[in-house]
Every structure is written in C-alpha cells, then in structure tokens.
C-alpha cells in the first residue's frame, strides 16, 4: 500500500501532465454544472442555505470518494481522482497563449483568453493589466490547482482530493463577494481558505526553493512573503502572489476590477512592474514549483502509509 498510495499520486500527476485537461466532459466541469442545478432548489439570501448547499455536495463527493477507495486496486481510483484534480498543465499552457499574445500585442486576444485564467473584467485591462493579471493567476493557481491537491491526495487519499477539487470549484462559483453570494457563498468561500491554508504555505516555500530557475532569489521571495502577504484580502492567496513577485522581482498588486467590483490590492514586492517576458518567467516558475510539489507529495504519501503500518505493527494485541 505505501508504494501503491505514492504510485497513484505519481501517475495522476504524469496523466496532467502529458494530456492535461480533457476538452469535453471533465468531471470537474460536470461537477460545476450539477451545483448549478442545485442551486436553483437550495439559493436563499443567507448563510443557512449556502452552507447546507455546500454541505451537500461535498458530502457527496466524500462518500463517492470513500467508496472509489474501498475497491480492488485503490491506488488506480487515486491516480484517477488526482488527474481529475489537477490543473496544472492547463495552466502553464495558457499562460505560455497569454505570453505569446502579449509578445504580438494582441490584446485583443489576450482579453478573450482572460476568462480561462481568473474572473476579472476583460474590458478594464489594457496589455499592462493582462501581463499583472496573468502573473498573479498562474500565481494563485499554483497553489489551488496544483500544489493543493497534491498534498490532499497525499493526506486523504481520494476523499480529500475530491473534497478538496469541489470545494475549490465551488468557492469559484459562489465564493465571491457579489450581491448575489455575499451570504449564500460564505461557507464555501471559508472553507476553502481553511483547505488551502497549509497548501499555500508550502507553496510559497516551495516558491522560494525554485526561484534560481528564473535568476529568482529565495531570499527575495521569502521576504516579499513575510512582508506584503499579510494585507493581501486572501489569506492564502496573499502568500503564493508576495512569494512569487519575490522570486521574479517585480511588484504586483493594485487596482483590480472584477464583474461585481472593483478592488484596490496591496502592493507586493518591491520589484519593476511586471513586463511580457515575466509572463514566461511565471510559467516556468510555476512548472518548477508543480514538479517539486509532486516530489513532496510522493514522499509524504510513502512516509504516511509507512507511519500508518508500522502504527499497526506495534499495536498491542489484547
């Protein structure tokens, strides 16, 4: 089981890696249009209702992933379920489109590509605010879409993977602070943080490790973290983006225009402000921190399963 758990992992992640995500049909979209579905019987304008919704449907997941878990073979059930989970190379591929549009000053296209990567206004952003909106997307989605569910496979097998993956998607649908969600999304947008509280964390180190990929400094970006995160809205989000404007040396942060609102960030790290080549640096910064977490995230399932077996062994027999 130890070298099963950390197989799985491991092949979930070579399966994002070589294909991605599927074009049609993906389970995590299909999960998105199911809460949809079900928010027209559950919506109410309070609390209550949005955290019976949330409730539900992560519940759901839990025991399908219980029970994906207690079949023959369960490590394929996890590669399965961590391949569903990650996004990864999704992201990278249409951060290197975004570089590409930019380097051609399309911007045009770069505003059309905007929604496959965060859910800020495209109108509101010229060529400057796409390249600060990409870097600061590939950012965070190290964290959400790659290194987070990495470490929840790891600790929770294929219930803490789906759990996890849903409750992403969810905070993504309803976790915003529009009229609409303010009330209804707060359960899910709160337990989301707590999910990815321990994940970003790990991120942001793993940032710091990876910064000589990109002529980076880990001290850069460890200090950037410790200095900038903290005012940041996102208590997780503010980690990955400070360490990452460390590691490239720029300054990201500032007016932000979502549909429902207009937000003015802080400001993170002390860099120039970021130019199209740091689009590409991001990528590559963000393949490097992938790759190391998934090493992390192997090691961690063989030294939990080990952990768990030797437990067992020198449980007294009574």
Same mark, same amino acid.
């Given at each position: 089981m130890v070298a099963g758990t950390a197989a799985g992992i491991a092949c979930g992640y070579l399966a994002d890696l070589v294909f991605a995500d599927p074009r049609r049909g993906h389970p995590v979209a299909l999960f998105g249009s199911g809460a949809a579905r079900l928010e027209r019987l559950t919506y109410r304008d309070n609390r209550a209702a949005g955290t019976a919704h949330t409730g539900l449907l992560l519940a759901g997941l839990a025991l399908l992933?219980?029970?994906?878990?207690?079949?023959? #073979?369960?490590?394929?059930?996890?590669?399965?379920? +961590?391949? &569903?989970?990650?996004?990864? +190379?999704?992201?990278?591929?249409?951060?290197?489109?975004?570089?590409?549009?930019?380097?051609?000053? !399309?911007v045009d296209g770069a505003r059309a590509l905007v929604p496959s990567l965060c859910g800020r206004d495209p109108a509101s952003l010229d060529a400057a605010g796409l390249t600060r909106a990409t870097v600061e997307s590939l950012?965070?989605?190290?964290?959400?879409?790659?290194?987070?569910?990495?470490?929840?496979?790891?600790?929770?097998?294929?219930?803490?993977?789906? &759990?996890?993956?849903?409750? *992403? +998607?969810? !905070?993504?649908?309803?976790?915003?602070?529009?009229?609409?969600?303010?009330?209804?999304?707060?359960?899910?947008? #709160?337990?989301?943080? &707590?999910? *990815?509280? &321990?994940?970003a964390r790990v991120t942001g180190l793993l940032v710091a490790m990876c910064a000589p990929v990109v002529g980076g400094s880990p001290v850069a970006a460890l200090r950037a973290w410790r200095r900038d995160a903290a005012r940041h809205p996102s208590p997780n989000a503010g980690v990955v983006e400070a360490s990452f404007a460390g590691a490239l040396g720029v300054r990201l942060g500032g007016p932000t225009q979502y549909a429902h609102q207009l937000e003015i960030r802080p400001s993170l790290g002390n860099g120039r402000a970021p130019e199209v080549a740091d689009v590409g640096r991001a990528v590559r910064l963000s393949r490097a921190v992938q790759g190391a977490a998934a090493l992390v995230a192997v090691a961690a399932a063989g030294w939990l399963s080990g952990a768990c077996r030797s437990g067992r062994r020198a449980s007294p027999r009574v």
């Open positions: 992933g219980v029970a994906a878990q207690r079949r023959n #073979r369960p490590h394929l059930g996890l590669a399965a379920a +961590t391949y &569903v989970a990650l996004g990864g +190379t999704s992201l990278n591929r249409v951060g290197d489109r975004m570089a590409d549009l930019l380097a051609a000053d !399309d950012a965070e989605n190290t964290s959400d879409a790659q290194v987070a569910p990495l470490l929840w496979a790891a600790v929770a097998g294929v219930p803490g993977v789906l &759990v996890y993956r849903g409750a *992403n +998607t969810l !905070d993504a649908m309803i976790g915003h602070r529009s009229p609409r969600y303010l009330r209804f999304g707060w359960a899910a947008a #709160r337990f989301d943080d &707590v999910l *990815n509280y &321990v994940p």
